[in-house]
């Protein structure tokens, strides 16, 4: 089993920035990649950026040059640099772990982008 903890959503203004992070605790379960997704009001879930084991991220086409993932100093954490937030970026965001057998889910953390 794993456990997904995030922290850093809040409310910003237009152009502002937040920083999401998240910890996976556990034991006996590799973890392959981790990742952020985001779920607006009516729609659905949606990958925002995720980074590999390895450190290889990639990102949707709607955040590139705006928004940064990595690895945290400590293992299975993983942090998401949110800059120039648009109203669109509002969502609940929610941290995956990746694991060979199955996906995990935190609960989620709320971004509001006041405009």
């Known amino acids: 089993q794993v456990q997904l903890v995030e922290s850093g959503g809040g409310l910003v203004q237009t152009g502002g920035s937040l920083r999401l992070s998240c910890a996976a605790s556990?034991?006996?379960?590799?973890?392959?990649?981790m990742g952020w997704y985001r779920q607006a009001p009516g729609k659905q879930r949606e990958l925002v950026a995720r980074?590999?084991?390895?450190?290889?991220?990639n990102y949707a086409d709607s955040v590139k040059g705006r928004f940064a993932i990595g690895r945290g100093y400590i293992k299975n954490t993983v942090y998401l640099q949110m800059n120039s937030l648009k109203p669109e970026d509002a969502a609940v965001y929610y941290c995956?772990?990746?694991?060979?057998?199955?996906?995990?889910w935190g609960k989620g953390t709320l971004v509001t982008v006041s405009s």
């Open positions: 995956n772990a990746d694991t060979f057998a199955k996906d995990y």
């Open positions: 556990g034991s006996g379960v590799s973890i392959n990649a």
């Open positions: 980074i590999t084991s390895g450190g290889t991220p």
